[in-house]
């Protein structure tokens, strides 16, 4: 079946800019995470959505962070105002239920980000 | 705050070789898991460990829990080409139960055949 799949793959943009980028998680799945990986680092938790709401988001490194996931499916990571240190991998991660007690997660392919 | 640590950064062997990559935990953890990131790719889970003390295998890879839940290894039996990639391990971040997780900062094993 399907996996997580990412959009755009990369995207180049100039400081000061807004960005989305977006999230198709695997079908069925009600819980969504977003993580930042910079080179040379595991991946770190930015927000977490279970169904429709943004149920942790206490990852977001400052209010140019915002995400949504208006129809508890596609979710959308938008950056506003962007600078270089923003750049680097989005990941995206679902799994069947924001269970600790079990909770593979499936990533996606990731967003590359160049802040220029 | 909460930290995962990984050692060694980077470990490059012989094929056929062992290889052992061991995470630290400056708290408790209700379980840790591991992710395999390829070159180029995304994390991809491997397994997931929940007692004290457990331990288990998948082929040529053993995985452990410590005793106190604080610490985890993976051992690697004769490493071939196809293992080369960062290896994760990642737990439970904060409290609550919401699975959002904490990674180490992985440990990168390059195979040379």
């Known amino acids: 079946g399907a996996g997580v799949s990412q959009t755009p793959s990369n995207k180049v943009t100039e400081k000061g800019k807004y960005v989305e980028l977006r999230c198709d998680p695997i079908s069925g799945h009600t819980a969504l995470y977003w993580y930042r990986q910079s080179l040379g680092q595991g991946p770190e938790f930015l927000i977490y959505?279970?169904?429709?709401?943004?149920?942790?988001d206490s990852g977001l490194p400052n209010d140019r962070f915002f995400a949504v996931r208006p129809e508890g499916s596609v979710s959308t990571l938008k950056i506003q105002r962007t600078e270089r240190g923003d750049s680097a991998v989005y990941l995206c991660?679902?799994?069947?239920?924001?269970?600790?007690?079990?909770?593979?997660?499936?990533f996606g392919p990731g967003t590359r980000l160049t802040v220029l | 705050g909460q930290q995962v640590m990984q050692i060694p950064q980077y470990q490059h062997v012989q094929e056929g070789e062992d290889f052992t990559t061991y995470c630290n935990s400056s708290t408790t953890l209700s379980n840790i898991q591991w992710y395999k990131q390829r070159p180029g790719g995304h994390p991809v889970f491997l397994i997931q460990?929940?007692?004290?003390?457990e331990v288990k295998k998948q082929k040529r890879l053993t995985f452990q829990f410590g005793e106190a839940k604080k610490n985890s290894s993976l051992h690697i039996t004769a490493t071939q080409t196809t293992d080369v990639g960062t290896y994760f391990c990642a737990g439970p971040r904060g409290s609550g139960n919401t699975g959002k997780l904490i990674f180490g900062q992985g440990t990168t094993l390059q195979v040379k055949p």
């Open positions: 460990l929940v007692k004290s003390g």
């Open positions: 959505f279970q169904g429709t709401g943004a149920a942790d």
């Open positions: 991660a679902s799994s069947p239920t924001g269970s600790t007690g079990y909770n593979e997660q499936f």
